[in-house]
Protein backbone atom coordinates (compact mmCIF):
# COMPACT_ATOMS: atom_id res chain seq x y z
CA UNK A 1 0.00 0.00 0.00
CA UNK A 2 0.85 3.75 -0.92
CA UNK A 3 1.54 5.84 1.63
CA UNK A 4 -1.55 8.21 1.10
CA UNK A 5 -3.60 4.56 1.80
CA UNK A 6 -1.65 3.88 4.81
CA UNK A 7 -2.40 6.97 6.74
CA UNK A 8 -6.25 5.91 5.95
CA UNK A 9 -6.13 3.06 6.87
CA UNK A 10 -4.17 3.97 10.41
CA UNK A 11 -6.55 6.44 10.76
CA UNK A 12 -9.44 4.47 10.43
CA UNK A 13 -8.35 1.82 13.30
CA UNK A 14 -6.43 -0.93 10.45
CA UNK A 15 -3.96 -2.60 13.28
CA UNK A 16 -2.33 -4.09 10.66
CA UNK A 17 -1.87 -0.77 8.87
CA UNK A 18 -0.76 0.23 12.12
CA UNK A 19 2.04 -2.25 12.70
CA UNK A 20 3.04 -1.39 8.98
CA UNK A 21 3.57 2.06 10.28
CA UNK A 22 5.39 0.97 12.64
CA UNK A 23 7.66 -1.00 10.74
CA UNK A 24 8.60 1.98 8.68
CA UNK A 25 9.00 4.36 11.50
CA UNK A 26 11.84 0.81 13.33
CA UNK A 27 13.37 0.78 9.65
CA UNK A 28 17.05 1.39 9.25
CA UNK A 29 16.34 2.86 5.44
CA UNK A 30 16.04 6.41 5.62
CA UNK A 31 13.24 6.29 2.81
CA UNK A 32 11.31 4.40 5.03
CA UNK A 33 11.42 6.62 8.00
CA UNK A 34 10.58 9.42 6.01
CA UNK A 35 7.91 7.99 4.88
CA UNK A 36 6.64 7.20 8.51
CA UNK A 37 7.48 10.91 8.92
CA UNK A 38 4.68 12.31 6.62
CA UNK A 39 2.04 10.18 7.70
CA UNK A 40 3.14 10.66 11.49
CA UNK A 41 2.82 14.12 10.69
CA UNK A 42 -0.73 14.61 9.60
CA UNK A 43 -2.39 12.21 12.35
CA UNK A 44 -4.76 13.10 14.16
CA UNK A 45 -3.79 14.07 18.02
CA UNK A 46 -6.12 13.17 20.29
CA UNK A 47 -4.96 13.68 23.64
CA UNK A 48 -1.47 13.30 26.26
CA UNK A 49 -1.04 9.81 26.62
CA UNK A 50 0.50 8.57 29.95
CA UNK A 51 3.32 6.35 28.92
CA UNK A 52 4.65 3.89 31.23
CA UNK A 53 7.77 1.70 31.08
CA UNK A 54 8.03 -1.71 32.66
CA UNK A 55 11.37 -3.26 33.56
CA UNK A 56 12.77 -5.74 35.68
CA UNK A 57 15.09 -9.17 36.04
CA UNK A 58 13.89 -12.08 34.19
CA UNK A 59 11.24 -13.93 35.34
CA UNK A 60 9.75 -11.43 37.11
CA UNK A 61 6.48 -11.36 35.11
CA UNK A 62 6.55 -8.75 32.96
CA UNK A 63 4.35 -9.39 29.92
CA UNK A 64 1.69 -11.52 32.83
CA UNK A 65 1.66 -7.46 34.78
CA UNK A 66 1.40 -5.91 31.61
CA UNK A 67 -1.78 -8.09 30.40
CA UNK A 68 -3.28 -8.07 33.70
CA UNK A 69 -2.77 -4.10 33.73
CA UNK A 70 -3.79 -3.46 29.88
CA UNK A 71 -6.82 -5.37 30.47
CA UNK A 72 -7.77 -3.34 33.80
CA UNK A 73 -7.01 -0.09 31.75
CA UNK A 74 -9.33 -1.09 28.49
CA UNK A 75 -12.33 -2.19 30.86
CA UNK A 76 -12.16 1.04 32.18
CA UNK A 77 -12.27 2.95 28.65
CA UNK A 78 -8.83 3.23 27.77
CA UNK A 79 -6.89 2.88 24.57
CA UNK A 80 -3.93 0.66 25.58
CA UNK A 81 -1.05 -0.01 23.28
CA UNK A 82 2.31 -2.23 24.70
CA UNK A 83 5.35 -2.40 22.71
CA UNK A 84 7.45 -5.23 23.95
CA UNK A 85 10.91 -5.49 23.41
CA UNK A 86 12.71 -8.72 22.80
CA UNK A 87 16.39 -9.16 23.02
CA UNK A 88 18.43 -9.69 19.16
CA UNK A 89 20.42 -12.56 19.29
CA UNK A 90 24.12 -10.78 18.70
CA UNK A 91 25.27 -13.93 16.29
CA UNK A 92 21.85 -14.07 13.93
CA UNK A 93 19.90 -10.57 14.66
CA UNK A 94 17.06 -12.80 15.00
CA UNK A 95 14.67 -11.93 18.38
CA UNK A 96 12.27 -14.63 19.61
CA UNK A 97 8.91 -11.69 19.77
CA UNK A 98 6.89 -14.12 21.68
CA UNK A 99 5.47 -11.38 24.24
CA UNK A 100 2.46 -11.19 21.92
CA UNK A 101 2.03 -15.09 22.57
CA UNK A 102 2.22 -14.13 26.22
CA UNK A 103 -0.64 -11.50 26.16
CA UNK A 104 -3.74 -13.96 23.95
CA UNK A 105 -5.94 -11.75 26.10
CA UNK A 106 -4.85 -8.27 25.68
CA UNK A 107 -3.65 -9.23 22.02
CA UNK A 108 -7.36 -9.57 21.22
CA UNK A 109 -8.66 -6.80 22.37
CA UNK A 110 -10.53 -4.03 20.39
CA UNK A 111 -9.40 -1.49 22.46
CA UNK A 112 -5.86 -2.67 22.70
CA UNK A 113 -2.50 -3.16 20.31
CA UNK A 114 0.19 -5.00 20.95
CA UNK A 115 3.73 -4.87 18.96
CA UNK A 116 6.80 -7.13 19.80
CA UNK A 117 9.80 -5.77 19.07
CA UNK A 118 13.50 -6.55 18.29
CA UNK A 119 16.28 -4.25 20.08
CA UNK A 120 18.51 -4.80 17.20
CA UNK A 121 22.08 -3.76 17.91
CA UNK A 122 20.87 -1.28 20.23
CA UNK A 123 21.95 -1.72 24.39
CA UNK A 124 19.75 0.19 26.69
CA UNK A 125 16.57 -2.09 26.76
CA UNK A 126 14.58 -0.93 24.06
CA UNK A 127 14.33 -0.39 20.49
CA UNK A 128 16.64 2.64 18.92
CA UNK A 129 13.20 3.70 17.32
CA UNK A 130 11.55 3.14 20.22
CA UNK A 131 10.07 6.96 21.34
CA UNK A 132 9.59 7.78 17.56
CA UNK A 133 6.61 4.52 18.36
CA UNK A 134 5.75 6.20 21.35
CA UNK A 135 4.81 9.24 19.73
CA UNK A 136 3.14 7.59 16.62
CA UNK A 137 1.05 5.29 18.86
CA UNK A 138 -0.13 8.46 21.00
CA UNK A 139 -0.99 10.18 17.91
CA UNK A 140 -3.42 7.84 17.07
CA UNK A 141 -5.13 7.91 19.99
CA UNK A 142 -3.77 5.79 22.63
CA UNK A 143 -3.99 7.15 26.21
CA UNK A 144 -1.64 4.33 27.80
CA UNK A 145 0.98 2.73 26.30
CA UNK A 146 3.26 0.29 28.12
CA UNK A 147 6.80 -0.19 27.14
CA UNK A 148 8.40 -3.48 28.00
CA UNK A 149 11.93 -3.44 28.25
CA UNK A 150 14.16 -6.46 27.65
CA UNK A 151 15.46 -6.71 31.20
CA UNK A 152 17.30 -4.88 34.06
CA UNK A 153 20.52 -3.63 34.26
CA UNK A 154 22.27 -0.24 35.42
CA UNK A 155 22.85 0.84 31.79
CA UNK A 156 19.46 -0.58 30.52
CA UNK A 157 18.03 2.85 31.47
CA UNK A 158 17.19 3.98 27.41
CA UNK A 159 13.20 3.35 28.38
CA UNK A 160 13.35 6.70 30.05
CA UNK A 161 13.60 9.15 26.78
CA UNK A 162 10.26 7.51 25.82
CA UNK A 163 8.11 7.23 28.74
CA UNK A 164 6.71 9.11 31.56
CA UNK A 165 7.07 6.75 34.70
CA UNK A 166 8.94 3.89 35.12
CA UNK A 167 7.92 0.75 36.88
CA UNK A 168 10.06 -1.56 38.30
CA UNK A 169 9.29 -5.24 39.12
CA UNK A 170 10.89 -7.57 41.65
CA UNK A 171 10.86 -10.83 42.32
CA UNK A 172 10.23 -12.10 46.34
CA UNK A 173 12.20 -14.61 47.64
CA UNK A 174 15.35 -15.11 45.63
CA UNK A 175 17.98 -14.94 48.57
CA UNK A 176 18.78 -11.23 47.90
CA UNK A 177 15.67 -9.80 47.19
CA UNK A 178 17.91 -6.78 44.91
CA UNK A 179 19.80 -9.66 43.17
CA UNK A 180 19.92 -8.57 39.46
CA UNK A 181 18.39 -4.90 39.79
CA UNK A 182 21.59 -2.89 39.48
CA UNK A 183 21.51 0.46 41.79
CA UNK A 184 20.91 2.65 38.42
CA UNK A 185 17.50 1.27 37.67
CA UNK A 186 16.47 1.49 41.08
CA UNK A 187 17.45 5.21 41.12
CA UNK A 188 15.29 5.50 37.77
CA UNK A 189 11.95 4.03 39.36
CA UNK A 190 9.18 5.65 39.89
CA UNK A 191 7.24 2.90 41.40
CA UNK A 192 8.49 -0.72 42.73
CA UNK A 193 6.12 -3.94 42.60
CA UNK A 194 6.81 -6.94 44.48
CA UNK A 195 5.14 -9.50 41.67
CA UNK A 196 4.11 -13.27 42.67
CA UNK A 197 2.86 -12.29 46.19
CA UNK A 198 0.73 -14.76 46.56
CA UNK A 199 0.17 -18.68 48.09
CA UNK A 200 3.19 -19.71 49.99
CA UNK A 201 5.48 -15.98 48.56
CA UNK A 202 2.74 -13.68 50.54
CA UNK A 203 5.42 -13.33 53.96
CA UNK A 204 8.93 -13.23 51.13
CA UNK A 205 7.06 -10.64 49.25
CA UNK A 206 6.69 -8.83 52.53
CA UNK A 207 9.84 -8.91 53.29
CA UNK A 208 11.00 -7.84 49.93
CA UNK A 209 8.82 -4.41 50.05
CA UNK A 210 10.64 -3.32 53.55
CA UNK A 211 14.50 -4.29 51.94
CA UNK A 212 13.13 -2.28 48.63
CA UNK A 213 11.44 0.88 50.90
CA UNK A 214 14.90 0.45 52.90
CA UNK A 215 16.97 0.87 49.65
CA UNK A 216 14.83 3.59 48.37
CA UNK A 217 14.83 5.77 51.60
CA UNK A 218 18.72 5.75 50.69
CA UNK A 219 17.77 7.35 46.74
CA UNK A 220 17.08 10.34 45.98
CA UNK A 221 13.64 9.86 44.02
CA UNK A 222 13.90 10.71 39.83
CA UNK A 223 11.00 13.46 40.44
CA UNK A 224 11.29 16.45 43.53
CA UNK A 225 8.45 15.46 45.88
CA UNK A 226 7.71 12.16 44.49
CA UNK A 227 7.95 9.47 47.26
CA UNK A 228 8.71 5.90 45.80
CA UNK A 229 6.05 3.88 46.57
CA UNK A 230 6.40 0.04 46.82
CA UNK A 231 3.20 -2.26 46.16
CA UNK A 232 2.84 -6.02 46.14
CA UNK A 233 0.36 -8.19 44.80
CA UNK A 234 -0.18 -10.97 41.85
CA UNK A 235 -0.47 -10.37 38.34
CA UNK A 236 -1.34 -14.05 37.75
CA UNK A 237 -4.20 -13.37 40.20
CA UNK A 238 -4.72 -9.59 39.55
CA UNK A 239 -4.78 -9.48 42.89
CA UNK A 240 -2.97 -5.18 44.27
CA UNK A 241 -3.73 -4.33 40.62
CA UNK A 242 -5.98 -1.68 41.30
CA UNK A 243 -3.65 -0.43 43.56
CA UNK A 244 -1.17 -0.57 41.14
CA UNK A 245 -3.21 1.61 38.64
CA UNK A 246 -4.03 4.03 41.38
CA UNK A 247 -0.38 4.72 41.81
CA UNK A 248 0.06 5.11 38.16
CA UNK A 249 -2.46 7.84 38.33
CA UNK A 250 -1.40 9.63 41.57
CA UNK A 251 2.42 9.60 39.76
CA UNK A 252 0.97 11.31 36.67
CA UNK A 253 -0.85 13.73 38.53
CA UNK A 254 2.18 14.76 40.88
CA UNK A 255 3.84 15.63 37.63
CA UNK A 256 1.59 17.69 36.43
CA UNK A 257 0.58 19.48 39.35
CA UNK A 258 4.28 20.32 39.93
CA UNK A 259 5.22 20.89 36.15
CA UNK A 260 7.44 18.17 35.72
CA UNK A 261 5.24 16.42 33.30
CA UNK A 262 5.90 18.83 30.48
CA UNK A 263 9.47 19.35 31.36
CA UNK A 264 10.37 16.16 31.18
CA UNK A 265 8.36 15.92 27.38
CA UNK A 266 10.54 18.44 25.98
CA UNK A 267 14.00 17.10 27.50
CA UNK A 268 13.04 13.91 25.70
CA UNK A 269 11.96 15.62 22.50
CA UNK A 270 15.52 17.85 23.23
CA UNK A 271 17.29 14.59 23.39
CA UNK A 272 15.74 12.77 20.27
CA UNK A 273 16.98 16.12 18.44
CA UNK A 274 20.15 15.84 19.91
CA UNK A 275 20.23 11.64 18.95
CA UNK A 276 18.98 12.56 15.04
CA UNK A 277 21.90 15.02 14.86
CA UNK A 278 24.63 12.53 16.20
CA UNK A 279 23.42 9.83 13.80
CA UNK A 280 23.45 12.29 11.03
CA UNK A 281 26.65 13.21 11.81
CA UNK A 282 28.32 9.75 12.13
CA UNK A 283 26.42 8.87 8.48
CA UNK A 284 27.71 11.88 6.80
CA UNK A 285 31.56 10.75 8.63
CA UNK A 286 31.43 6.99 7.19
CA UNK A 287 29.97 7.73 3.47
CA UNK A 288 32.94 9.82 3.12
CA UNK A 289 35.69 8.01 1.20
CA UNK A 290 38.58 9.92 3.16
CA UNK A 291 37.30 8.53 6.66
CA UNK A 292 36.19 6.07 5.65
CA UNK A 293 39.70 5.28 4.47
CA UNK A 294 40.97 6.73 7.65
CA UNK A 295 38.93 4.51 9.82
CA UNK A 296 40.01 1.63 8.25
CA UNK A 297 43.48 2.47 8.88
CA UNK A 298 42.74 2.91 12.33
CA UNK A 299 40.67 -0.47 12.71
CA UNK A 300 43.96 -2.03 10.54
CA UNK A 301 46.48 -0.77 13.46
CA UNK A 302 44.01 -2.16 15.94
CA UNK A 303 47.93 -3.42 17.80
CA UNK A 304 48.87 -0.13 18.09
CA UNK A 305 47.05 2.29 20.17
CA UNK A 306 48.88 4.93 19.84
CA UNK A 307 48.34 4.99 15.86
CA UNK A 308 44.41 3.96 16.31
CA UNK A 309 44.50 7.28 18.42
CA UNK A 310 46.03 9.45 15.86
CA UNK A 311 44.46 8.25 12.62
CA UNK A 312 40.93 8.34 14.39
CA UNK A 313 41.20 12.27 15.24
CA UNK A 314 43.07 13.17 12.08
CA UNK A 315 40.17 11.84 10.16
CA UNK A 316 37.34 13.22 13.07
CA UNK A 317 39.46 16.92 11.82
CA UNK A 318 39.89 16.11 8.45
CA UNK A 319 43.45 15.96 8.33
CA UNK A 320 43.97 12.72 6.18
Known amino acids: MDAEDLAQRVERGDRAALARLVTLVESR ?57 DPSSRRTGGSLLGDQARMPRLSQCA ?8 SGATLGGVHARTAEV ?6 VGFDRILVETVGVGQ ?8 VDTLLLLAIPGSGDELQGIKRGIVEAA ?43 GSAQLSTGVPALVDALAAHREH ?44 LDAADDEAAVVDALVASVIGET
Do not use: Y
Open 190 to 232: DLVWVNKSDGETVTLAQTAQRQLLAALQLQRPRFAGWQVPVLA
Open 255 to 298: LEVTGQWSSQRRAQRRERVLAGAREGAWRAFVADPTRQRALQSA
Open 111 to 118: SAFVRPTA
Open 134 to 139: VEVLEA
Open 29 to 85: RGIDRATAARIAQGLKREGVAHRIGVSGPPGAGKSTLIETLGMAMTEAGHRVAVLAV
Open 155 to 162: SELEVLSA
